[in-house]
């Protein structure tokens, strides 16, 4: 459960944990792109709107850009992630690197990150001992692309979830053998990632069998194709479309969900709760008079 900050509610509102996106990488289709001397206002926006993680990357995996050098994409994430560090304290939130390469993983955390969120699946089999020898937490997530490169059609797994599971499984059973705690992992279905927009749907459907590791899971849906397929939206107009695959879901306290906008994503939750009976509102409540009216551009 997260205590909410900003509405008007009296109670603890039922909410997976917010990651909250801060992207480093000009390249990223989502925009908002921050540097060192703007992160630290960005990520305190971002924990004032709900979110209890802050995710930094500095490399996208849109697949029509190349791949970059690893010292760039380490110049552009570790120095966030060390700005973080040292303005929200040892004791501060966690602070997640989305990287798939071992090296920028290693020099984030000794700048201050605590969860490595590698969306390739662990493809790097360094990554195994930089989560090992930290003790940090990690996400092993279903992808069975190459980083950067689009899967043809004929590429595509026959069973998503069948396959998810196996790959999955099989990666925690690489992570264990290297003396990682399955405590310290959570598992990503992977949406959009190796998958087309029906092979999402499918795993979106099928959760259940994802949990079968007892480990929380991360869902990174914001902004993600499969929402701009079945709407046509672009990036940009595909908030609606996430609030609706979350009022399908049945997330838990313990799961993780990777946003570009905690609040809007807070907000849902709050109202869902207020409405389902699980927080109270002021029986006094009224509208402020300066939230009546439309703002001024």
Known sequence: MSEVQGPVVSGVVPMPRLMAVLNASPESFSGGVVDAGDVVEAARRHLDDGASILDIGGQSLRTDQEELPVEVEAARSVPLVAACRA????????????????????????????????????????????????????????????????????????????????????????????????????????????????????????????????????????????????????????????????????????DVIRVHEPGVVRDFYVMRAVVAGDVDVPVDLELPVHLRHRRPS
Not at 103 to 111: H, I, K, L, M, R
Not at 118 to 140: E, H, K, M, Q
Request: with cysteine.
């Open 87 to 254: 303005a929200f304290g040892a004791d501060g939130p966690d602070i997640s690197v989305d990287t798939y390469r071992a090296p920028v993983a290693a020099a984030a955390v000794e700048a201050g990150a605590t969860i490595v969120n590698d969306p390739s699946g662990l493809r790097d089999p360094d990554l195994l001992s930089v989560v090992a020898s930290t003790g940090v937490r990690v996400v092993v997530t279903y992808n069975r692309a190459r980083p950067k490169v689009r899967l043809d059609a004929s590429e595509l797994a026959d069973d998503p979830v069948t396959d998810g599971v196996a790959v999955v499984g099989e990666r925690i059973d690489r992570l264990v053998a290297a003396g990682v705690d399955p405590a310290r992992v959570l598992v990503d279905p992977g949406p959009d990632l190796g998958k087309s927009p029906a092979q999402t749907v499918q795993i979106l459907r099928s959760l259940p069998a994802f949990r079968s590791f007892g480990c929380p899971l991360l869902l990174a849906l914001s902004r993600k194709d499969v929402i701009g397929a079945v709407l046509s939206r672009p990036p940009g107009e595909r908030a609606a479309g996430l609030d609706g695959i979350l009022a399908a879901l049945d997330l838990g306290a313990e």
